[in-house]
């Protein structure tokens, strides 16, 4: 396990060494769209049916450059049933509630929409599953950790030392 | 590497049922003093909920204990599509056993 959250660390700060290849606009259009917390009033989230079909099948490998650089974009990042404003599994709507609860700014992909997304970030994380949480581009771990890291409140130390934005 | 099939239950995976959980934790885990599964599929066995206590997770941060035991259950994990854990120490079980609800501890 420490070998993989070294490999993913490394990747994520060593950016000027290890350019990430960037994912192709082609798959950029497949890929499920990244949501925002509840919170945001201008959030949207686009129906699959006006989404524009693929040509090209995602692989694996593109979705683990996804998701570094979904991490690296975004401090407070979450893999989730459903979205935000629509949650679609319980465990996954705590995450959301909590987070919402505490007023940090997030982002989300919903891995129902794709089964490579949800089948690579199980991978990625060597975590087997959703929801995920990302923090500074670290895995924090999923629903039971931070229920119970938001109860003994080192989740609001977290999250408060993070790069996340406070924004309610 | 192409991934054609993702149903997490494989043909081969065996029904994983609460008892037979209880059974390879108590087996794989050291020092295991308690030992709670619930089922929260209703019985189908894809979905459960466990309360373990140990000392083997004293000074051990909260994602590592988590890992650890889902470490010891990867073949069930192939049949299992949720996984909710409680790890606690033998002293954070004196505290927390007060909060659960009695139907639990039986």
């Known amino acids: 396990m420490r070998v993989m959250r070294g490999v993913v660390r490394g990747v994520v700060r060593g950016i000027g060494s290890t350019s990430l290849r960037p994912i192709a606009p082609q798959l950029m259009r497949a890929l499920p769209s990244l949501n925002s917390s509840p919170l945001r009033s ?31 974009e975004n401090p407070l990042m979450v893999y989730m049933k459903g979205t935000p404003n629509a949650p679609q599994c319980g465990f996954s709507n705590q995450v959301v509630q909590i987070l919402k609860h505490m007023g ?65 | 590497i192409r991934v054609t099939s993702m149903s997490a239950r494989s043909k081969d995976s065996k029904k994983v049922t609460k008892e037979s959980l209880s059974k390879v934790l108590s087996e794989r885990i050291k020092g295991l003093e308690q030992c709670i599964v619930v089922d929260t599929s209703g019985g189908c066995g894809s979905a459960f909920e466990l309360y373990l206590v140990t000392k083997a997770f004293d000074g051990v941060a909260l994602l590592e204990r988590h890992r650890m035991v889902q470490g010891l259950l990867k073949e069930e994990m192939k049949a299992i599509h949720a996984l909710s854990m409680k790890t606690w120490t033998p002293a954070q079980w004196v505290k927390k056993k007060e909060k659960l609800p009695k139907e639990l501890l039986k």
């Open chain 1, 42 to 72: 201008f959030s949207f989230e686009t129906h699959d049916d006006f989404k524009p079909q693929p040509k090209q099948q995602l692989e694996l490998q593109d979705i683990h450059q996804l998701i570094q650089q979904d991490v690296k």
């Open chain 1, 104 to 168: 940090y700014d997030f982002r989300a992909r919903n891995v129902l929409q794709d089964n490579m997304l949800r089948e690579g970030v199980k991978q990625f994380s060597d975590w087997p599953t959703i929801p995920q949480v990302y923090v500074d581009g670290e895995f924090v771990g999923g629903c039971d950790i931070i229920m119970e890291m938001y109860k003994t409140g080192e989740l609001e130390d977290l999250l408060e030392g993070s790069k996340a934005e406070k924004i309610a």
